[in-house]
């Protein structure tokens, strides 16, 4: 056995791999990519990106009943998509492990909203652990399929950012390379019809039992008695930020699995503690819990229900200690979130801007074309939203046709905007959606698609046509454009949306960021021709800034797209050398 360093998700792919993993389908999303991501280096695991987290889903139930152990990985709102099968999972049970992650994200660092996903394993009946550092990543992800299979259930483990993201040392372990189980048929157990699902409905109810027995006295579950004035229960990271904030002068109670919970656990540490702390981001799970067991604890009415937690924040609530802290003596401008440089969504933006269009809009690296200078989104709910929103904008009021559009980037298009166009064409609004083609799976880290032609590991595949799907569900208009041209951009969304039917514009042109794109040699201002009119400025490109009342580009970050060129009416913007 060696030690390593690993951020969280590396040590899940260890320990699910350790754990004799054969199948993985997940969705990037991050927290959570990076799991799916490293289990793509094992060769002897087949894993891949699904178009979607209910496909994920679905793919590793399928995988777990005919006998292999099997995996999916999703952020917090990936389960919201794949909550169908989830639910139904738990009456199916399994016949190999199958363990679901799911990556919460408090503080919403890279989210739409702060949802507990503690509240799904509770509703959906489905055991969770949640661990604290890496170590627990990999030792909880194996175990979870020893306990999948003991108790016949998925097994979720829940995971924050901070504990997906940040390194601690784990110890690699080996394969335990179990091979696939015999598949039995059994319609009574894997066909939920309604009369099959009551009968399994009384194993589920039977299984939660025993889980809750098991909670009990399981290691997962452990107990620390320091100083007995103050107890704290907590579990995942804020163990963690107890521990260093409050030392030993605090006992714990710390949970690795937070459902079921135990109850006798939490009541013989209640009763040996004069005064307990429940610690959790995000809403009082656990606090409530102890509450209904007649516990009386300090929880949400001291700390927050928004955001994460900190040492220092609970040293003060706790201690009414402020922990000493560093900050720099310089004042540093806050620095909001951009397009890159070369960002082929710049363009096509501006071109929308320029129309005076409302965009309902969607996920993606593309999001931030809400930011200003560009200032272009109206609306963002959820994946795939852009399309469907859109529909209902325009039957609302048959108006809006000629001054509405959706944008939508081409993974989230596959993920979730192809029904939401069905529906355009099926229900018949004229309604104009634009798929940001940027050949990638963006935001998450450059992951292949459905769209791009490469698997998981980059081996060569099918790739699909937006034009031709977009065409076979009933759009007859569709054109694509580039979106480094300004003009055919503009001349090609002004016709389309003043369209009496359905269309689907396709602005086509590979993230700046990825490998084998060949950029143009930078360009850069002729100071003698620039007037300081700042025209170039309105796109919001970071590689242009004004210095002395002249426009300046910072040739480390131009990668000569031409886009602010064509904003200026004086030729100040050159081509270099």
């Known amino acids: 056995?060696?030690?390593?360093?690993?951020?969280?998700?590396?040590?899940?792919?260890?320990?699910?791999?350790?754990?004799?993993?054969?199948?993985?389908?997940?969705?990037?999303?991050?927290?959570?990519?990076?799991?799916?991501?490293?289990?793509?280096?094992?060769?002897?695991?087949?894993?891949?990106?699904?178009?979607?987290?209910?496909?994920?889903?679905?793919?590793?139930?399928?995988?777990?009943?005919?006998?292999?152990?099997?995996?999916?990985?999703?952020?917090?709102?990936?389960?919201?998509?794949?909550?169908?099968?989830?639910?139904?999972?738990?009456?199916?049970?399994?016949?190999?492990?199958?363990?679901?992650?799911?990556?919460?994200?408090?503080?919403?660092?890279?989210?739409?909203?702060?949802?507990?996903?503690?509240?799904?394993?509770?509703?959906?009946?489905?055991?969770?652990?949640?661990?604290?550092?890496?170590?627990?990543?990999?030792?909880?992800a194996k175990a979870a399929y020893e306990l999948s299979e003991k108790f016949d259930t998925p097994v979720i483990l829940r995971l924050t950012t901070r504990v997906a993201h940040s390194r601690s040392i784990v110890n690699i372990g080996e394969r335990n390379d179990i091979g696939v189980k015999e598949y039995v048929k059994n319609p009574g157990k894997y066909v939920m019809m309604p009369a099959m699902a009551k009968?399994?409905?009384?194993?589920?109810?039977?299984?939660?039992?025993?889980?809750?027995?098991?909670?009990?006295?399981?290691?997962?579950?452990?107990?620390?008695?320091?100083?007995?004035?103050?107890?704290?229960?907590?579990?995942?990271?804020?163990?963690?930020?107890?521990?260093?904030?409050?030392?030993?002068?605090?006992?714990?109670?710390?949970?690795?699995?937070?459902?079921?919970?135990?109850?006798?656990?939490?009541?013989?540490?209640?009763?040996?503690?004069?005064?307990?702390?429940?610690?959790?981001?995000?809403?009082?799970?656990?606090?409530?819990?102890?509450?209904?067991?007649?516990?009386?604890?300090?929880?949400?009415?001291?700390?927050?229900?928004?955001g994460e937690y900190s040492q220092n924040l609970i040293a003060k609530v706790i201690f009414g200690e402020t922990k000493p802290t560093m900050k720099a003596d310089i004042d540093i401008p806050a620095r909001p979130p951009v397009l890159c440089a070369g960002c082929p969504h710049r363009g096509l933006y501006y071109a929308l801007k320029k129309l005076k269009l409302t965009v309902s809009g969607d996920i993606g690296c593309y999001t931030l074309g809400a930011l200003p200078p560009i200032g272009m989104m109206d609306t963002c709910v959820c994946m795939g939203a852009s399309v469907s929103a859109l529909h209902g904008r325009n039957k609302a009021d048959e108006s809006n046709c000629k001054n509405s559009v959706a944008v939508i980037g081409d993974s989230t298009f596959i993920h979730s905007g192809i029904t939401g166009l069905i529906d355009i064409a099926y229900n018949q609004s004229n309604s104009t959606v634009i798929i940001l083609d940027n050949s990638i799976t963006g935001m998450t880290g450059h992951q292949d698609n459905p769209t791009t032609g490469k698997t998981i590991k980059g081996d060569p595949t099918t790739a699909v046509s937006l034009e031709l799907l977009a065409k076979a569900v009933g759009i007859d208009r569709v054109r694509v454009v580039d979106p480094y041209n300004l003009k055919e951009c503009e001349d090609v969304i002004r016709e389309e949306v003043a369209a009496d039917e359905p269309s689907v514009v396709i602005s086509r042109r590979p993230c700046a960021l990825l490998k084998y794109v060949k950029h143009n040699p930078p360009l850069k201002i002729n100071k003698d021709k620039c007037v300081g009119c700042k025209m170039c400025m309105k796109i919001g490109c970071p590689a242009i800034s004004i210095k002395d009342g002249k426009s300046e580009i910072d040739f480390t970050q131009c990668v000569g797209c031409n886009v602010c060129s064509q904003l200026c009416k004086f030729d100040a913007i050159e081509e270099g050398k």
């Open 1 to 140: 056995m060696n030690k390593k360093l690993l951020i969280g998700n590396e040590a899940v792919a260890r320990g699910l791999y350790e754990g004799g993993l054969r199948v993985a389908s997940s969705y990037p999303g991050t927290p959570s990519t990076e799991i799916t991501e490293c289990i793509a280096k094992y060769d002897d695991v087949y894993s891949e990106w699904a178009p979607n987290e209910k496909v994920a889903m679905e793919v590793a139930v399928g995988s777990s009943i005919a006998g292999a152990r099997s995996f999916c990985g999703m952020k917090h709102v990936g389960l919201n998509v794949a909550a169908d099968p989830l639910f139904t999972a738990s009456y199916t049970g399994v016949n190999a492990g199958m363990v679901i992650a799911v990556a919460d994200d408090p503080g919403m660092h890279s989210s739409q909203n702060e949802q507990d996903s503690r509240h799904y394993a509770k509703a959906a009946k489905i055991m969770m652990l949640e661990p604290s550092d890496s170590e627990e990543c990999l030792e909880y």
């Open 199 to 306: 009968k399994r409905h009384v194993v589920v109810e039977d299984r939660m039992v025993a889980e809750r027995e098991w909670a009990e006295t399981t290691s997962i579950n452990t107990v620390e008695y320091n100083d007995k004035k103050i107890g704290v229960i907590s579990s995942g990271i804020c163990y963690q930020y107890a521990k260093d904030a409050l030392g030993d002068r605090v006992s714990y109670l710390k949970l690795g699995c937070v459902n079921p919970l135990p109850i006798e656990l939490i009541k013989n540490f209640a009763a040996n503690c004069d005064k307990v702390y429940v610690l959790e981001e995000l809403d009082p799970f656990i606090e409530e819990h102890c509450k209904q067991l007649g516990i009386d604890v300090i929880g949400k009415d001291a700390f927050t229900l928004q």
